[in-house]
């Protein structure tokens, strides 16, 4: 059932923030389930989120995913049309089929077992969707579970169908994501010729000074959650773009990520790296810019966590892994209103890359260790 679910999912060219009428076909493989589907956003761009719930009573277990998908780029290097959803040797080809319409198929296809099986079953079962996690977020989880909240809706437990497998499926758990903060810096100098150093100020100099000193630099150790905090390089240009190699530039850049833990914040990490440019270049020899992405969030070792560790036990024979690696995801909406909440999904290796694919046979364990979670959950 889950690989013909994914494979029709996948046909929706849905990139973020764009739905492409996707939630309308989810809505018919969820006949029993009452719709909410709402639109946010800015003028005439609004964004889809569908709340989709059976039951009304006892206590609800909330299924958090995106429909959305990052564009697939040159569409020729891929081995079959992105949208496809073509199936080969036991293997699904499509942008979306690890992150995460494959995990999407999968919890549907879990509902429908579990209320087979339990055709007396009384309590809730909910589906969060967004075509908003790829993009900015603005108009995605961030507004549908206020919007839910608002409602009086509580969810007492979340699973976030996030890529979080490393080498098999259900070898990790993500209990918490790390914070992210980007930065542009300019470095100021005076041009000249480099025959005459002395006469000009070179800013590549003080640049180089300046990642050298990030590089070797230790935020902190991390803990038992997270890693260490680090910082990435992800560019440095300078105002040489003729490439003359007798000019000294009067201007260099470079742009740069930090990923960070629990034991930082992104203000504390921006006041430290603007002591240090301040140290290195001098004052008013430097213009620094940063957005923080997200703060660290750390769910912890709850209920539903142990939940799935035991039910990814149970199916695959392997305890797995609890940590808080990777990047940002919509926990850190949810996590404001349902701390009880974990991660786990397919193998991440293939997520955003060209012939992005999924076996069958991992959407069949994934499959039946959602089916597990519920199982457990319920019966408690």
Known sequence: MQEKILQKLIQFPSVSPKDCGIFEYIETLLPDFSHDLKYFGENEQKTGNLYAKFGKSGR?????????VVHEGKAYKWRFEPYGGFLEDGIIYGRGAVDMKGAIACFIAAVSRFRQQNPDFNETIS???????????????????????????????????????????????????????????????TAGHVAYPQKAENPITTLAFFMSAMKNHRFDEGNDAFEPTNLEFVDVSSSNEMKSTNVVPNKASCMFNVRFNNLQSGEKIAEFIYKTLEM?????????????????????????????????????????????????????????????????????????????????????????????????????
């Open 280 to 380: 290195i270049a001098g004052k008013g020899k430097f213009d620094m810019q940063y957005k923080i992405s997200n703060e660290s969030f750390f769910y912890g070792s709850n209920e539903i966590s142990k939940i799935a560790s035991d039910a990814a036990d149970k199916i695959t024979g392997n305890m797995p892994s609890l940590d808080c690696k990777g990047g940002t995801t919509d926990g850190r909406h949810i996590i404001k209103y349902c701390k009880n909440t974990c991660e786990i999904g397919l193998k991440n290796a293939m997520a955003h890359k060209i012939d992005e694919h999924v076996s069958c046979d991992d959407l069949q364990i994934l499959t039946d260790i959602y089916l597990e979670i519920l199982n457990i959950y319920f019966k408690k």
């Open 60 to 68: 609800n277990f909330c299924f958090c995913g995106h429909i959305d």
């Open 127 to 189: 589906i969060l969707l967004t075509a908003d996690e790829e993009d900015s977020g603005q108009f995605g989880i961030k507004k549908m579970i206020k919007h839910i909240d608002e409602m009086g809706e509580k969810i007492d437990a979340c699973v976030i169908g996030e890529p979080t497998s490393d080498e098999k499926i259900g070898d990790s758990i993500r209990i918490g994501r790390r914070g992210s903060i980007n930065f542009s810096v300019d470095f100021h100098g």
